[in-house]
């Protein structure tokens, strides 16, 4: 059973920094790899962010250039570093492994999903 879980958001104020944080257990890296995602309130769940098990990374336009996916094996750990935050990036961010059915993003499906993070960018 694939499981993750979410840490790292806070309240920051825009043109701060954050990074989160995401464990995941049971899961064997697939071709599609793993994802970040973000729901605003209203707002569909849609994907920010991926990476692939070779390492190659897809970006959102929204956040291109200023976030940042990366993997660390060792800890089996996601991470998504935000940098140069917008009131327009407050959400709730989750990470998902790849899976079908699920939330597409970058030609993939994404579920099991974790209990995200509120991350809150005051303007």
């Known amino acids: 059973q694939v499981r993750v879980m979410e840490s790292g958001g806070g309240s920051v104020q825009a043109g701060e920094s954050l990074t989160l944080s995401c464990t995941i257990s049971?899961?064997?890296?697939?071709?599609?790899?793993m994802g970040w995602f973000r729901q605003a309130p209203g707002n569909e769940r849609v994907g920010i962010a991926s990476?692939?098990?070779?390492?190659?990374?897809t970006y959102t336009d929204s956040v291109r250039g200023r976030f940042t996916i990366s993997f660390d094996d060792a800890k089996n750990t996601l991470y998504l570093q935000m940098n140069n935050l917008t009131f327009e990036d407050t959400a709730v961010y989750y990470c998902?492994?790849?899976?079908?059915?699920?939330?597409?993003?970058?030609?993939?499906?994404?579920?099991?999903w974790g209990q995200g993070t509120q991350v809150t960018v005051n303007p």
């Open positions: 990476i692939t098990a070779s390492r190659r990374t």
């Open positions: 998902a492994a790849s899976g079908f059915p699920g939330v597409v993003f970058g030609g993939c499906n994404f579920k099991n």
């Open positions: 049971g899961y064997t890296f697939s071709s599609c790899g």
